[in-house]
């Protein structure tokens, strides 16, 4: 395989950013590999063995359910790098790595770059960076997901693969950009053939030709301008020009005096995400200094307010405040090595941001009382956000907005051990659409699509906050119903039936009528587990419908 040599490393815009020294310490350990559209570089939990730096293709990370469907989760071309976990402290993935568009790319192993990230230089703060911006991708593909036409979603994956490509062609079939957004063929299939009517695509075997990327853009949703922006936010950023919002400017590197000294020390912390404080602590209490980037994290222009230890502690979130307690306490009483503590505090505007503090005791009395602590603080909200949103993901089903059926059956375990332990009641609905292919053929999978969503919407409406309702295949679903008994869950049975009966689906050319069954289960002598009570559910499920549909049964002692 062909060796890596300098004039590659303007191909992948990540290398072309390193210096020449850590470029030729790279050198070493690259080497150039010809990807083909659908290789699997690295498979949900399989150790990394690789990290690449896509150069002329794309790669897209995968994320799976146990039912088999799936969901683009980031997308990484020449602008950055496959494989960062192994840098964040992990050698697995949960996703899956996918080769979207054939091409050429730069790997090496994941040890050798470690250690050059190790060493803290223009390469950990580039993957950092890129770090952050695809988690703000993975937070924006989610709301896009839930919220957004198709088409939008489509356009906005033709214009990310652009930016990632040398031409306006898109090398990929209509099966693998189903798979990718997560959505049926046929949906794909109906989108791109009108966007191509409307001459923005030319459309040929395996391949799309963008003819008109001004009106793509505009056909496109919100989230693809908010992703580029971000992008543009962290990677055209100078670092040494001067910073008005903190009144710093810039200043020589190599400077005795002690006010230039710290306006370096300033600028080189702020330029990575990072505001430094420092509690002086005494016998009849603290003080609290903080750098002015740290007063800028919570919207503060540079000498606005000076916020004393108290002032900080009262803006912390009432959920984390024991938490960063607990943890400076322990470190003041040596019992940790160092503060850590990830915290929400209240911004100047009065929303909240996910801060993460680390602090070291730097001095202490002769009695071994700690007298100053010092550390740093950086914003975390857009990890926490991605956090969030791929939780949402893994829980959330992404049609309907109901959770997932993995998610739901470790809750109906838990829900179920829980109520056994402590006798409480719980229900359990098991509920099918009636004659839902016949919907499909009629309709199409687009109008059962519309036909699902209007289910769970109506249902919801019925629920507590405490219920849950989960899609656990097709147009089946099922109710968890904690507190309650079998005669409050038929109860509820038919009320949601009579819901569904009177709230039609409202299709683009009509308000579709449709109906469901349903199986009431509870916990009794025959059922305690979360299995039986499924099972006793279904039968009754099946009764009902044997018995003409549109209608609710309840377990029975045989069941």
Known sequence: MARFKMAGASENQLLARLNQDEQDRLSLHLEAVELTAGQILQDAGQRQHYTYFPVTCIVVLIQLTEDGKSAKIAMTGHDGLVGMGHLLGGDASTARAVVQTSGRAWRIRPEALRTEFLRGTGLMNQCLRYAQLQMAHVAQLVVCNRHHLLEQQLCRWMLFSLDLLPSGQIDCTQELIATLLGVRRQGVSEASAQLEADGLIKRQRGKISII????????????YRLVRRENDRLFTRVLTEPRGKLGLRPVPWHSGDPDRREAQAELALSGSNLAWWEQSIQGDGS???????CNALLGYEAGEVVLTLQQWSDRVHPEDAGVCETAKRAHMAQQTPLYESEYRVRHKHGHWVWLASRGKIVQSATAGLPQRMVGTTMDITVRKTAELALLTLNRTDYLTGAVTRRHFFDTAERECARAVRHGSPLSLLALDLDHFKRINDQFGHAGGDVVLKSFVATVEKFLRTTDICGRIGGEEFCILLPETDQTGAAALARRILAGVRGAPALLPTQ????????????????????????????KALYRAKSLGRDREELAVASD
């Open 287 to 293: 003080e609290l200094s903080i750098s002015a980037y």
């Open 511 to 538: 308000a579709l009528y449709y109906t469901a069954s349903l199986g009431v289960s509870s916990l009794c002598a025959q059922n305690v587990t979360f299995d039986s009570l499924l099972r006793s559910a279904d």
């Open 212 to 223: 008109d990327r001004a009106q793509l853009e505009q056909r496109a949703c919100e989230c």
